[in-house]
């Protein structure tokens, strides 16, 4: 071997000794690890010793026992609000947050799950195995269970993030927890979330499986600048929470940012405007705190050889950072478009919330999200609504105007009443000139009106089963690909006589106005002189007979359905509740993960 191949193998070779490796609890051969990681874990405090560390429940059914919070009734639900097991039991309620780990985000938020607890979690504690003198559910864990706590997910593809929780949750498996004491508590979050746990972590087990054990094996050391790292913690929190509780999928929404603007009661842009910066903001001041934490853990644990306190913005984990949102390697103005894009799709998606009664411009948060309720528990709420919600909470989405409170003319009035008359047309233009930049493709000579219709008749129902994980709480009924008639339905406020008055209200004088609309179209055919615009008429004439024949067989399949009288109970989740209604509904496959009628 010659003397370069020599010097060539040496770089590729570790001088460490074994009883370096003793210093490390689990004695892993990380012969990788450095100085400081090595004195850190001689002398610095094991986390669990300040913050007991503990794997969360494995049900071994989540399919039974767990749900989306927003697939059951609100009047059931005890989120965040009992911090104990005893005030859980006495309240009644049957389903509690459930934390379940997700995927990269630090601060806060991931909180999408709940776990029928009614009654001390007496079903899950007491249901035994089939075949097995056990019972089904372990990892338990009562002692900690509802207490504030420091949650992350057992398994990432990306850095290791840990989350607030004040309190009032059970945890998975998929989403471990430890459980500081209050003095502890922010310099043990910003210490997971510092760069200095992720090189500790790759030491004591280079996955990205974060095991409760191995977290609780990470070494704290204490030194002087504490109290500025705790007061950032605190901010980086606040920061979280604000952008997570700015999108309807938390339960703590109150109402879309762009009506939280000052700025709102001019125009719809001037109100964007506003919501960015305020999301810069945000964007600015978390990345400035955790660089700044990152510094002076790095300095304390003696680590500048290895990391730095530089954080890209991709790793700024606020869903309003489109750097973080979206990923990947775009451009400002890619990112840009899809923000502004996916903004006015959330607006479209509050309004449709604000016709069911879920929302209401008069009152912040959730409105009616309990099972059966109807316009008289909204009216009880907001006797004088500026925006009324409809009274049966049935919503038609038609490519054409059929009907005077469809989707379309309702969002024109919600537009109306939220940013005045005197704007009103350059405001749907705004809108439309949004969706437009990538949710659908423009068209020429189209008005606002017609391509805000267009977005709701063809794309809405998509962007709403990604929004709620295909877990849909607006339901679309449809009558088949000719779109001859279709309309969302409000799972909360759904009855047993829903489908009969869609059927009367609705169905029945669209084949009315349908047929009318042909014997028009036939008229004006006949007496065109143009070739060109004959060829017009009859291409619209042949599609509105297939809509016809379609609606007809739409129409008779209902009858059938609405004489049934279906009941449907939240408790059983969307997946049960949606395949009820064989091919009534939109996209059962990928709700219910089989065909209509389980073919």
Known sequence: MSQQETKDMAKHFYRASAADFMKIPGSPVAYWALTGELTAFESGTQLEDLAPTRKGMVTARNSLYVRDWHEVSLSKSGLNYYCSREKAKKSGKKWFSYLKGGGFRRWYGNKYDVINWEDDGYLLQTTRHPSEDRVWATNFNLEYIFQPNINWGAVTSSRFSARASSGGELFDAGGSACFPDDKDYFLVLAFLNSKVTGVLLQTLNPTLNFQAGNISSLPLIQFKERVEIEENAKKAIENAKEDWDSFETSWH???????????????????????????????????????????????????????????????????????????????????????????????????????????????????????????????EQIPSPSFASDENAIVPLTDQEWFPDDATNRFREFVRVVWGDEHLQENLDFVAESLCVHAIKPKRGESALDTIRRYLSTQFYKDHLRTYKKRPIYWLFSSGKQKAFECLVYLHRYNESTLARMRTEYVIPLSAKLNAYAEKLEQDKDASTSTAETKRLEKEVATLHKQQIELAEFDEKLRHYADQRISLDLDDGVKVNYGKFGDLLAEVKAVTGEKPGGQ
């Not at 923000?339 to 879920?358: H, N, Q």
Request: glycine share 6%; proline share 3%.
């Open 253 to 379: 929404f109150t109402k879309n940012p762009l009506l939280s603007s000052k700025e709102h009661s001019k125009t719809i842009e001037l109100s964007y405007a506003e919501s960015q910066r305020r999301c810069k903001y945000l964007i600015n001041s978390l990345h400035h705190i955790e660089e700044v934490n990152d510094g002076l853990f790095i300095e304390a644990y003696n680590l500048q050889d290895v990391v730095n306190q530089n954080t890209p913005m991709d790793e700024i984990t606020l869903t309003c950072n489109p750097h973080y949102r979206y990923g990947g390697k775009r451009s400002e103005e890619e990112l840009e478009t899809l923000l502004r894009c996916d903004t006015f799709k959330e607006l479209v998606s509050y309004a449709i919330g604000c016709m069911m009664g879920r929302y209401s411009l008069d009152k912040p948060g959730l409105i009616l999200a309990s099972q059966g309720e109807t316009l008289q528990d909204y009216l």
